[in-house]
């Protein structure tokens, strides 16, 4: 428990990371770990897709599609997924339900990707979730192949951590803030 506490409280993102990354392997091993959130009928609505090499080029020319931007803004952010060498996409993957509203489903689907990150960061992996402004645009769906029932919830930027950020944590806040009684 004490480890556990320790690994949350001492989480953090990583903006920068090096070029290193776990292999396919040691994913997997994260996942079967992740994939035991909470899930309401155990739909499993989620599902994830490894981006390495030049899936991110594809992935910057489907935001630059989107964006309708040209030149050096076009070249800016066809840049943003080059920023790691592994990206996780998290995706929300709805499945029908009488009894599972799409709502709920997208709370498994984000667990798994909140679980997921903190288990690379607990393994030495330099993390960040990020998201922007075409993440749900038809070019960025398209390219990731999903169904009309899926959708994206971003990115898992994944990479080892750069020798001079380390170590730290994300800000401590107050939980009394966040308890209260209805
Ligand atoms: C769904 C989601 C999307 C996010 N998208 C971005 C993003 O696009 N850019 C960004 O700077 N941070 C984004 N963040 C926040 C970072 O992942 C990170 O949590 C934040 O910078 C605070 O750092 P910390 O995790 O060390 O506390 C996102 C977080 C979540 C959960």
Redesign the pocket.
Known sequence: MAELLDAVLT???Y?RVTADTPSTQELLRLIAAAGRVADHGGLRPWRLIELRGDDRVRLGAALVDASGRTGVDAERLAGKPLRAELLVAVVASRKVSPKVPAWEQDVAA?GV??LLGLLLADAGWGV?????PFTRSRQVSDMHGLTEKEEL??WLYVGGVPVELKPGS??AIDPAHFLSTP
């Open positions: 989480r953090r993102s903006p984000s990707g909140h960040m979730w990020r998201t922007g919830l971003g994300s800000p």
